[in-house]
Antibody, heavy 131, light 107 residues
């Protein structure tokens, strides 16, 4: 069964750092973009970051740009989220999510497939930022 | 940034009912709109992608429609397991964004 398993959450003080990990299994990791999505307690889903299969392209939500870094280790089927300068408003359950895949765009360049969603999610890891 | 707005924020219905949830984008997103279902304490589940394509394994009572800026998710013949929160998400831009969610309650 295709699976994503997050780890690394915990309690951290404001201004602190934390690194989340996501282990992927039972699919060809290098074929898919990967995402981090978070959900604050009692709130809706917030997309955080995306990384393309090669790791050579990343996008971030404005709320985390400059503080969070998404990365991947394709040799180990692992996704990471390094979080710095954490704030109380970063308190949330963080999910890693698979997809979409890549397609050929204009000029033959490989681009993220707009026509698909995030089809596999981990169970989430909880980050609490509090003194 | 593309803003996604869902309505209503909450909705009560009975088993067997037909319900419709609306999602509006702040600019045209063609048909690059996905719907997710989330139950309390669980991860979201992809229901519909590209506005109207049913994800594998999702019951046919779920359907989606729309293009441009206005989209709908319809659930026919509501079942007890359908009471959950539903969220839309645009994938037109690779800076994704979600609607705020619609919580579907049992009446």
């Amino acid at each position: 069964e295709v699976q994503l398993l997050e780890s690394g959450g915990g309690l951290v003080q404001p201004g602190g750092s934390l690194r989340l990990s996501c282990a992927a299994s039972k699919f060809t990791f290098t074929n898919y973009a990967m995402n981090w999505v978070r959900q604050a307690p009692g709130k809706g889903l917030e997309w955080v970051a995306l990384i393309v299969p090669s790791g050579g392209g990343t996008n971030y939500a404005d709320s985390v740009k400059g503080r969070f870094t998404i990365s991947r280790d394709n040799s180990k089927n692992m996704l990471f989220l390094q979080m710095y300068s954490l704030r109380a408003e970063d308190t949330a359950t963080y999910y890693c999510a698979k997809g979409p895949g890549m397609v050929r765009g204009i000029g033959g360049r490989s681009i993220v497939d707009k026509g698909n969603g995030m089809d596999v999610w981990g169970q989430g890891t909880t980050v609490t930022v509090s003194s | 940034d593309i803003q996604m707005t869902q309505s209503p924020s909450s909705l009560s219905a009975s088993v067997g009912d037909r319900v419709t949830i609306t999602c509006r984008a702040s600019q045209s997103i063609s048909n690059y709109l996905n719907w997710y279902q989330q139950k309390p304490g669980k991860a979201p589940k992809l229901l519909i992608y590209a506005a109207s394509s049913l994800q594998d394994g999702v019951p046919s009572r779920f359907s989606g429609s729309g293009s441009g800026t206005d989209f709908t998710l319809t659930i026919s013949n509501l079942q007890p397991e359908d009471f959950a929160t539903y969220s839309c998400q645009q994938s037109f831009s690779s800076f994704y964004s979600f609607g705020q969610g619609t919580k579907l309650y049992i009446k």
